[in-house]
């Protein structure tokens, strides 16, 4: 390659990895919705906003993973939309409630657990606010069967049986996969490891979140 020359390969990987074609569509469509008198004023002050937006962290992993341990123990500000008080939520009302949680402290990132569960649901997200990291927490079956039916000693209600762990993973499997590609796809998967001492799982958690974010 000839010096001075653009790579574009190079060019590509760098606004696919920063997102620039989601600044630019978020942008244009703004700009098309307000029309304003001075438009290059407005988008330098549209994009000023959009840089000072909150972060999104997506967590995914199987059930009894140990996502919502590792968020509430690290002491995340997070939205676990597989807790019962969520889990009725159309989607709709779930970016709604992100888009509220979101604005409550710009400054902190918010990490979301339990959607987007689909790559449709996933491109609705990005509409909101694309996220800057997607963590998938790993463990194997066995130990979160152990965690599964460890946590519904203390529940009352529907206690998890080993017929629906195992329709709780195949679940996973079949929804989630597909979006753990798209989002590796787009570099922004980094795996935790959880299956050593809670300890240890935690502040390989915190150090990349530090890393990271």
Do not use: W
């Not at 997506?58 to 008080?85: C, H, Q, T, W």
């Amino acid at each position: 390659m000839e010096s001075g020359s653009l790579d574009l390969e190079a060019a590509k990987e760098y606004l696919a990895e920063h997102k620039i074609h989601v600044v630019f569509e978020k942008l244009a469509g703004d700009l098309l919705k307000v029309k304003p008198t001075r438009p290059v004023a407005f988008m330098v002050e549209s994009l000023k906003q959009y840089t000072s937006q909150e972060v999104i962290v997506v967590v995914m992993g199987i059930p009894g993973s140990g996502k919502s341990m590792l968020l509430s123990e690290g002491g995340k500000r997070y939205l676990d939309f597989n807790n019962k008080a969520l889990a009725g939520m159309n989607d709709d009302e779930i970016l709604d409630q992100i888009q509220q949680e979101m604005s409550n402290d710009p400054s902190e990132p918010l990490f979301i657990e339990g959607f987007p569960k689909t790559i449709k649901q996933a491109l609705a997200l990005e509409a909101v606010l694309p996220p800057e990291l997607v963590f998938e927490v790993t463990c194997s079956p066995s130990d979160a069967e152990q965690r599964l039916f460890k946590r519904s000693q203390f529940s009352e209600e529907n206690p998890d049986t080993l017929d629906s762990i195992q329709r709780g993973f195949a679940a996973y499997q079949k929804k989630c996969l597909p979006l753990l590609e798209y989002y590796n796809a787009r570099g922004l998967v980094r795996q935790i490891p959880n299956t050593k001492t809670p300890g240890e799982a935690q502040a390989v958690f915190n150090t990349t979140v530090a890393d990271r974010l």
